[in-house]
Structures are given as structure tokens and as C-alpha cells.
């Protein structure tokens, strides 16, 4: 089993650090240790206390069986995805059983990020290697 597994690797993953800059861009230590803004990980927080509130609140409301099916169809929904290509997955059912329909965001408004100037295209190969768990790395690394 092993040796299937070390077969399965790319030359250019040393150590699991990610060399090959054409596919994944410079390698920067900043990026890695700080998020892009100081705002985004109070974010992050402030929607994590939410849910927990929430599951909490249904609960309590509903019964303890509840939270949980709403966790197997969370984990369901985020899995199934189209492959990468042309057209982005849109998640929809994810969104609704979030509730993410009603947020308004930054891309409803400004343009999307994907239509940036400094968008790198899909690598299809790359996205399928990850997802077969061939390769390593993001499956699309989006930004250069």
C-alpha cells in the first residue's frame, strides 16, 4: 500500500512545499502565516459563534437529531461539485441550506473575481490530478 501511494507522487513536491512556480505562483511566507486582512479572521469568528448558536438554538427547538441531519446534508451538498472547467460550480443547494441566497456580497455588486485581469485560467489536468489525489496543492490556484 505504501509503495502505491509514493507512486502516486510529482517530482516537483519536495518535502510538500509546492516548487513549481508556474503552477502555483511565488512562494510567499507572509501569505501563509497572516490572512489577507485583519477584519476577515473577526469574521471568520463571529460566523463560526453564529452557526454553533444556531445548531444550538435547533436543538433545543427541534430535538438533537435535527442539527445533525442538517450536518450530513451540509456534508452532502458541499461534495457534490462539477468538475472544473468553463463553468464554475454555483453550489446552490449548499447556499439555501445555509442561507446564503439572501447574503449580498461584494460580488453581487463589483465584478466577479473571476473576471479579474490577474485571474489564472483553469488548469483542468491539475484539477482532475488533485481531486483523483494524484497530485498535490490547490486544485486551482486562482490569483497570480
Known amino acids: 500500500m505504501e509503495a502505491a501511494k509514493t507512486?502516486?507522487?510529482?517530482?516537483?513536491?519536495i518535502g510538500g512545499i509546492q516548487n513549481d512556480t508556474l503552477r502555483f505562483g511565488l512562494?510567499?511566507?507572509?501569505?501563509?502565516?497572516?490572512?489577507?486582512?485583519?477584519?476577515?479572521?473577526?469574521?471568520?469568528?463571529?460566523?463560526?459563534v453564529q452557526e454553533q448558536m444556531k445548531k444550538r438554538i435547533l436543538a433545543n427547538t427541534y430535538g438533537s437529531a435535527f442539527p445533525l441531519k442538517m450536518d450530513l446534508d451540509f456534508q452532502m451538498l458541499s461534495r457534490f461539485q462539477r468538475?472544473?472547467?468553463?463553468i464554475p460550480s454555483s453550489m446552490l443547494g449548499l447556499e439555501a441550506l445555509t442561507g446564503s441566497l439572501e447574503d449580498f456580497g461584494f460580488e453581487d455588486y463589483l465584478n466577479d473575481p473571476r473576471e479579474s485581469e490577474t485571474f489564472r485560467?483553469?488548469?483542468?489536468?491539475?484539477g482532475m490530478e488533485v481531486?483523483?489525489?494524484?497530485?498535490?496543492g490547490p486544485a486551482c490556484p486562482s490569483f497570480i
Open 131 to 136: 481531486r483523483l489525489g494524484v497530485s498535490n
Open 27 to 48: 512562494h510567499s511566507v507572509k501569505s501563509e502565516i497572516a490572512g489577507s486582512h485583519p477584519l476577515e479572521s473577526a469574521y471568520q469568528s463571529t460566523k463560526e
Open 83 to 86: 468538475p472544473l472547467g468553463p
Open 7 to 13: 507512486e502516486k507522487t510529482i517530482a516537483h513536491e
Open 121 to 126: 485560467p483553469l488548469d483542468m489536468h491539475h
